[in-house]
């Protein structure tokens, strides 16, 4: 009687009583114990055979869940496939999801193409076409046998005079170029920087292909003719966007940290004799941990794994420029 009561609550005067799912259940479930006889007698809302009718659709809708097949649905992907295919869109940025497909199918890895375009959406990675183009940085790594960059490095000396220094690096062994340092860098003096540097890398058989340099205003056309005609394509960076340049820009601040900012330059010839030691010392000795701490011009030496060789180091120290740069040999 009491949830008759809260039925009746829930209506608006003057309407009809209407019995949600639940009140219907509900009453089914406390009533069908009684006999009919007794039905009769109660006070309800609904007639007797209605509730009973409930009472009969309830249990017929237990049934009807009970011996209805749950429906599993997919398997979720194995997590070794999901990262295979986050590998391979990943590492080849022209590969739509169909593509991907398909070389899971080469290599015997059965899954639906709808599951690939899945797993790429979840990981929030564009599909072909919008990672046909190559993104820089995975130009410059696959290009870095094949590329240099070249900058200006502006410097004062004791005098007040300024200097400009033009060098090149080899992106793929880090080798520097110091191709010279002038007060002013002229059209001709800048071409010529530019024509000894061809005549260089045709001594060593580089096979260079692009030049990354920036928007200086240094940079004559005669530059960029000179090593067009050398087959030496030159590629601007973005207007201030140094990331563009980045090893050549690191470089700029590791000559500054380890040479210019330590050494008072009184001229012209001492700043080329500086730079010429430096160069010597960063292809030659100073190891570089962009590249697995290799040096440019002198491979690794083999590890020492002798335990008396070990015991017995004599290491001796070689100071270049009055001890502003130290390199450490071991004694003949």
């Known amino acids: 009687m009491r949830h008759q009561l809260a039925v009746l609550q829930r209506q608006l005067d003057g309407q009809q009583v209407r019995f949600e799912p639940v009140d219907r259940a509900w009453l089914a479930a406390l009533l069908h114990p009684l006999p009919t006889t007794a039905l009769r007698r109660l006070r309800l809302l609904a007639r007797p055979d209605t509730v009973l009718q409930w009472h009969r659709d309830l249990i017929a809708r237990r049934h009807a869940a009970a011996s209805r097949p749950r429906r599993r649905g997919r398997p979720r992907t194995v997590r070794s496939i999901r990262a295979l295919v986050l590998r391979l869109a990943r590492e080849n940025g022209s590969w739509g999801y169909r593509r991907v497909h398909g070389e899971l199918l080469t290599l015997g890895i059965k899954v639906a193409p709808s599951t690939v375009w899945e797993i790429l959406r979840e990981a929030g990675i564009d599909l072909a076409p919008d990672r046909a183009a190559t993104p820089w940085t995975d130009f410059l790594r696959s290009q870095a046998h094949a590329l240099l960059a070249a900058d200006f490095i502006e410097i004062v000396t004791l005098t007040g005079a300024r200097m400009y220094i033009l060098t090149v690096i080899e992106h793929a062994s880090h080798r520097i170029h110091v191709l010279?340092?002038?007060?002013?860098?002229?059209?001709?003096?800048?071409?010529?920087?530019?024509?000894?540097?061809?005549?260089?890398?045709?001594?060593?058989?580089?096979?260079?292909?692009?030049?990354i340099r920036d928007r200086d205003g240094k940079y004559p056309a005669l530059f960029d003719t000179i090593l067009?005609?050398?087959?030496?394509?030159?590629?601007?960076?973005?207007?201030?966007?140094?990331?563009?340049?980045?090893?050549?820009?690191?470089?700029?601040?590791?000559?500054?940290?380890?040479?210019?900012?330590?050494?008072?330059?009184?001229?012209?010839?001492?700043?080329?004799?500086?730079?010429?030691?430096y160069e010597r010392f960063y292809n030659l000795h100073r190891p570089h941990q962009g590249i697995a701490n290799v040096r440019p011009l002198k491979p690794l030496p083999e590890p020492i794994t002798d335990p008396d060789q070990l015991a017995r180091l004599n290491i001796h120290r070689r100071d270049r420029l009055g001890g502003v740069l130290h390199q450490y040999e071991h004694t003949a």
């Open 180 to 211: 010279g340092v002038t007060p002013q860098p002229t059209a001709a003096w800048v071409g010529q920087a530019a024509r000894n540097l061809v005549m260089d890398l045709e001594d060593t058989g580089g096979k260079v292909r692009y030049l």
């Open 228 to 277: 067009a005609d050398a087959g030496v394509k030159v590629a601007r960076s973005g207007v201030q966007v140094p990331r563009m340049n980045a090893i050549m820009e690191r470089w700029v601040r590791t000559c500054r940290r380890e040479l210019l900012d330590r050494t008072l330059i009184w001229n012209h010839r001492h700043l080329l004799h500086a730079l010429r030691e």
